[in-house]
């Protein structure tokens, strides 16, 4: 028996096997079972989403002999005769090979004449948008005023390019782009009926590269395990199968682009080109990485959010204090100018290594946008060449978590004009506490979260909490990730018998550390001192 490829042997065939457009089949089967079935109805949505599949469930319901709450019952001589294709009651037209105005005359002919068998003759257009202006006008009638067992159903992904006159005349109904974990679902349920296993990241990698498809995500699972060596699909045999690389290369190359070491980012090219991998889909996979990284350092997207490992999220901590938006932002607009080059030319890597030793240079060109990010990059770059390569500002994270000076050294600090905030004796027990112990509770701390973490400070609130501020937004969701508060928490009361909760903002810009202290200290300050106990 010759092969069926996946996306069709698993094409569902009930309304309960369809993924990820919950609404419309909630809607379609209450109509059915309310019998309050349309004439016409409007399908929309990208490619890959179901449009087609539904469109045929719905075909085999609305002809079911025996439905069952708005659903068919698979069994009876119709249901099995659409499943099979032999139904003379559903028609399927490519609006792509016949558009014009006589193959709208044939349906308008056929329309006149009652199925021989079943309730309702379906005609499903496919790409409809592809009629031809007169067809549609030659179709108008028909589909205001069809007879009651004619039911039009008509698939498009441009609903934008259907005539007004003809989406007046519908119901329409918006398929959404399914989401990676609704892909993920499905393919376990292939994987347990063709007896197939594979990693949890070979599955979300291929639901990612599916970009809402669901068809392209099972025909990419089918050619990945067509390639598959072993028992199990891994990881790295997508990648193989695909041309794409892993997050670990593209971690590599973006630092090497960022330390200006074009040697280094031109032998990573050259090693993908040996490896046979596909040049124009690790530019599109490198823009992907440069996206996440920019989103996590400018909104409150979590990891869950951006499908990112744990390890991506580790090099993503690192890489963030490494860079800034403006930098990133600069070379996604040249990369994304680099991918479109791309598509048109043969000798791909010439132009990536043209791009890369553009992007690892500082650029020339003349905008204030880019000269902003060129002087950031070269800041930066500087920076990362003081001594064990760590950047300037985060080279003595001990300076900016040290306990605050003495009284004596912070009577000057009024007249710096900082903010001086008097403490209740139980705010200062616990800054204090805190403060001293520092080193010793980041040394218990996972790698990245004490890396995070030095570079905060503690602000005193009330009520036995200590914030600790962050200074840019990225850190600070980073260690709401990393759940890096509740494990400081647990460390302070197992180590010190002392219950003390942990809460983080974001500094706002240029704000200055205040001065803490005491009653007793104020006193020996000789001049009036505005106090502030908000949080």
Known sequence: MAYIALYRKWRPTAFQDVKGQDAI?????????????GHAYLFCGSRGTGKTTMAKIFAKAVNCENPQNGCACGVCETCRSIEEGRSTNVIEIDAASNNGVDNIREIRDEVQYRPATGKYRVYIIDEVHNISSAAFNAMLKTLEEPPEYVIFILATTEPHAIPVTVLSRCQRFDFHRITPADMV??????MAGEGIKAEEAALNYIARKADGAMRDAISLFDQSVSAMPGEVLRFEDVLKTLGTVN????????RAVLNGDIDGALALIGQLRDEGRDLGQFV?????????????????????ELELSREDWIRLAEEGQMTGPEELMELIRLYSALGSDLKGTVDKRVLLEVGTIQAARPRTEESRDAAEARLTALER?????????????????????APQPQAEEQSASPAAGKEVIKLSPAQWEDLQLIRSHWPELLSEMDYPSAQLLKRSRLEPLDGGVLRVVFPDIFTANMIKSFGALPRLEELVAAKYQKEIRFDLRTARKSEPEPVYITDEELSHIHMNIETDTED
Do not use: C
């Open 25 to 37: 089949v909630k809607t379609l089967q209450n109509q059915i079972a309310g019998n309050r079935i």
């Open 185 to 190: 679902e499905r393919l376990h349920e292939l």
């Open 247 to 254: 997050s670990a290369m593209l971690s590599r190359y973006f």
């Open 284 to 304: 599109v996979d490198f823009i992907w990485y440069l996206r996440n990284l920019l989103v996590l350092m400018t909104s409150e997207a979590s990891a869950e």
């Open 381 to 401: 770059k500087v920076d990362r060449l003081q001594k064990n390569g760590v950047p300037a500002a985060a080279a003595s994270p001990a300076a900016q978590t």
